[in-house]
Nanobody, 122 residues
Framework: QVQLVESGGGLVQAGDSLRLSCVAS????????MGWFRQAPGREREFVAS???????????RYADSVKGRFTISRDNAKNTVYLQMNNLKPDDTAVYYC????????????WGQGTQVTVSS
């Protein structure tokens, strides 16, 4: 497993933008599929976005329907960092956002960060 540390959350107004960052402590970051999940109060944790282990063109990304066109996931393997750019935020985006990592040999995400709070006011 790999240690993950998120940052970048905060309190914003509807329509604003935020960029979340997640730094991984591993020498083999490029071997991990990285993802973002979120959990709102009283709800189960849900998938937000993921990016393949080696992403050259941005095409190997997936998004939840609720964030398509507003959120963009990217990674910088030289910095062991994955990002989530969130634009046009809505109150429904309010949640704790978690970074997750899945080694290419694994069948599921097995490494999780501690989470960062995103609150969007109307």
């Amino acid at each position: 497993q790999v240690q993950l540390v998120e940052s970048g959350g905060g309190l914003v107004q509807a329509g604003d933008s935020l960029r979340l960052s997640c730094v991984a402590s591993t020498r083999t970051f490029s071997n991990y599929v990285m993802g973002w999940f979120r959990q709102a109060p009283g709800r189960e944790r849900e998938f937000v976005a993921s990016i393949a282990s080696i992403d050259w063109s941005g095409s190997n990304t997936r998004y939840a329907d609720s964030v398509k066109g507003r959120f963009t996931i990217s990674r910088d393997n030289a910095k062991n960092t994955v990002y989530l750019q969130m634009n046009n935020l809505k109150p429904d985006d309010t949640a704790v956002y978690y970074c997750a990592g899945q080694h290419v040999t694994a069948v599921a995400f097995g490494s999780w960060g501690q989470g960062t709070q995103v609150t969007v006011s109307s």
